[in-house]
């Protein structure tokens, strides 16, 4: 079969990409211009005819997407704004919603092929950061952000932002599914990872232009910035970058993912913990001298956890641990100096 992933230069989907390819798949891969995929041709030149790149230039578009489906036999959607250089709401609601909207109405008309749609959400939009210890679940829905958005417009902090135009682009995409439901042939599938984190296999030109959860971990882990109990002291959860694209893989393929609102999570984790880790490994593929120690006595809160019922029985990923995709982070960024 042949799937369409659309961003697929990005940190995430570039993964699926590859996991897709191993696994005999052809992939039609859009990105927003040329440059973008003259690298992911070189990159899986092994693969040859299997990855086709085309240029969607404007996902907001109407009918950006309409020529990408033809022939496709389903489509992952990873692309949508993930950055905090953002001004105003509009700038990732566009993109996010009507990028979202876009494929379905694109697959609606032109995919006569297609059997299943998986679209990555985020558990930013299950969960508004808790200020007590908090178990979610696939019943909720983060309007906390959209709600804060509307109320403080372009004085929304950007991560804010960000939460709610995921909320909000998995909502259109269930309402399109409910409204189009005697139309449609395929079904959908959507996927919530937590933090992704793990080695990069994308065009990183240096340290400092990592993706904004990779340069995340690296500012928060590695980087010999002050680490206080005050900086450390948030807590969240992971899942590493290949787990989250076996599990766009597993949720092409798996009956049961149909109609599924799936949490995909790693696990918990305090700051402390990765530096702890980092710490820890034998032999260190960074000099251990050069890893900060954080404040390793204090004491560690997880505020946000996941309740992981409906991946186990859907997916059943075999997660890689902290410390796997520590060494293997650690590994890149020496790579990289
Ligand atoms: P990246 O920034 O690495 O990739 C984002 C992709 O989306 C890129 O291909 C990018 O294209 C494209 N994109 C961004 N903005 C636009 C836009 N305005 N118009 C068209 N395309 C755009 O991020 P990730 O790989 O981390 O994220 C991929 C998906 O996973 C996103 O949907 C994100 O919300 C979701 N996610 C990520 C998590 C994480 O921790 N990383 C956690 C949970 C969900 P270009 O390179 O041209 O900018």
């Given at each position: ?6 961003g697929a ?13 191993e696994?005999?798949?052809s ?5 927003r ?14 693969f040859g ?8 230039e ?5 009918g ?14 990873t ?8 001004e105003?709401?509009?700038d ?21 092929n297609?059997?299943?749609?998986v679209?990555t959400s ?5 969960m ?5 210890p ?8 983060n ?12 004085k929304?902090?950007?991560m ?14 269930w309402?399109?599914v409910?409204?189009n ?9 959507v996927l919530?990872?937590?933090f ?6 994308h ?9 904004t ?7 928060m ?36 993912a149909?109609?599924?609102r ?8 305090h700051?402390q ?5 980092a ?15 954080g ?6 809160v ?11 029985k ?9 410390e796997e995709?520590?060494?293997?982070m ?8």
């Amino acid at each position: 079969g042949k799937v369409l992933v659309s961003g697929a230069n990005g940190y995430l989907a570039i993964w699926v990409v590859q996991t897709l390819l191993e696994r005999g798949y052809s992939v039609r891969g859009t990105v927003r211009s040329e440059e973008k995929g003259r690298y992911l041709k070189e990159y899986f030149k092994p693969f040859g005819e299997k990855l086709e790149v085309v240029v969607v230039e404007d996902i907001s578009k109407p009918g950006a997407f309409d020529e990408a489906v033809k022939g496709v036999d389903a489509i992952a959607h990873t692309a949508s704004p993930f950055h905090s250089n953002v001004e105003d709401p509009r700038d990732f609601y566009q993109p996010a919603i009507r990028g979202t909207v876009g494929i379905l109405e694109s697959a609606l008309k032109n995919g006569t092929n297609v059997k299943r749609i998986v679209v990555t959400s985020s558990t930013a939009a299950v969960m508004d950061p808790p200020s007590k210890p908090t178990t979610f679940s696939e019943k909720d829905w983060n309007m906390g952000s959209v709600k804060a958005v509307e109320e403080k417009g372009k004085k929304s902090e950007p991560m804010e932002i960000y939460r709610a135009s995921k909320t909000l682009a998995e909502k259109s995409a269930w309402d399109f599914v409910e409204k189009n439901k005697d139309k449609i042939q395929w079904d959908l599938t959507v996927l919530n990872p937590p933090f992704i984190f793990g080695p990069p296999i994308h065009d990183v030109k240096s340290l400092s232009a990592l993706n904004t959860s990779l340069q995340y971990w690296y500012n928060m882990v590695v980087a010999d910035t002050p680490k206080t109990k005050e900086s450390l002291s948030g807590s969240s959860s992971w899942t590493d970058v290949r787990d989250i694209a076996e599990a766009h893989v597993r949720a092409l393929e798996k009956d049961a993912a149909g109609g599924e609102r799936i949490i995909v999570n790693g696990g918990s984790y305090h700051w402390q913990d990765w530096i702890d880790t980092a710490n820890s490994i034998q032999p260190s593929p960074i000099p251990s001298h050069k890893l900060p120690r954080g404040v390793p006595e204090m004491e560690r809160v997880y505020l946000i956890n996941y309740d992981k019922t409906k991946e186990e029985k859907i997916l059943g990923i075999k997660f890689f641990t902290q410390e796997e995709s520590t060494r293997d982070m650690l590994a890149d960024f020496e790579r990289r100096g």
